[in-house]
């Protein structure tokens, strides 16, 4: 029987890459997100994929949108927010606080209102990011909130089990999260990583995908976060 994935945040970035390696491998998808125009241009690329419109910040809508998924085997969770970023003498409470609403508090509920059509034995995987595992200058509020996010693995995977729970700690990823600097300040930004990284260059999402492949195929991977970053957290 195909085994059903549904991924939050399926409709750009490392979710959508997910969506497109796990339907290779023979599952079947459902990808949500919040913007129609994005989830319209997603299904178009993907084909035969489940599509549900879904604000992963309002509670009330994760609920529903869970609840009309059907069983679900396997739930990933790609949520990002590049909120708090910045030097902790610069950065601004509200700004933290809205990193914790956009990141930690999204992947909490959803992995709440998951539960219920959860197979009980299948998983759950979140994606938080290097920051939380990295010294990287100017990251403490962005590492705040990555690192609830990893923190709740091991606690859930003890919790919730026979479900196993797992994580990937993406590194410097071309996504669309980068959108917020020019093209050319982008392409700086990319390249200084690139020559700092061990393995010479920023990630793709479909390294960051594999990595999400690869928790949900290996039943013997429970309560583990890993952090597919190239290396980058060794020379930061």
């Not at 610069?90 to 959803?110: M, N, Q, S, Y």
Request: hydrophobic share 50%; proline share 6%.
């Amino acid at each position: 029987m195909t085994e059903h994935v549904f991924i939050v945040g399926g409709t750009s970035g490392i979710g959508l890459a997910a969506a497109a390696k796990l339907m290779r491998l023979g599952y079947k998808a459902t990808i949500a997100g919040r913007d129609p125009a994005r989830l319209k241009a997603a299904r178009h690329s993907l084909g035969d994929v489940g599509a549900v419109v879904m604000d992963a910040a309002d509670p009330i809508a994760v609920k529903a949108a869970f609840a009309g998924a059907g069983p679900i085997d396997h739930c990933v969770l790609a949520l990002g927010s590049g909120k708090g970023a910045g030097p902790l003498h610069d950065v601004e409470i509200e700004a933290v606080r809205r990193g914790f609403e956009e990141k930690t508090l999204p992947h909490i509920a959803c992995a709440k209102a998951a539960l219920p059509t959860l197979r009980k034995d299948g998983s759950l995987t979140f994606i938080s990011a290097v920051s939380a595992y990295a010294a990287l200058p100017g990251t403490a509020g962005l590492a705040a909130a990555n690192a609830a996010v990893a923190a709740l693995v091991p606690v859930l995977a003890a919790e919730l089990r026979p479900l196993r729970v797992n994580g990937v700690a993406p590194g410097v990823i071309d996504t669309p999260w980068w959108d917020f600097l020019p093209a050319d300040q982008r392409r700086a930004v990319f390249a200084g990583y690139a020559a700092r990284t061990p393995v010479g260059r920023i990630g793709r999402p479909e390294d960051v995908a594999d990595a999400i492949a690869f928790l949900i195929g290996n039943g013997f991977m429970n309560g583990e976060t890993i952090v597919c970053d190239g290396g980058v957290r060794w020379a930061a």
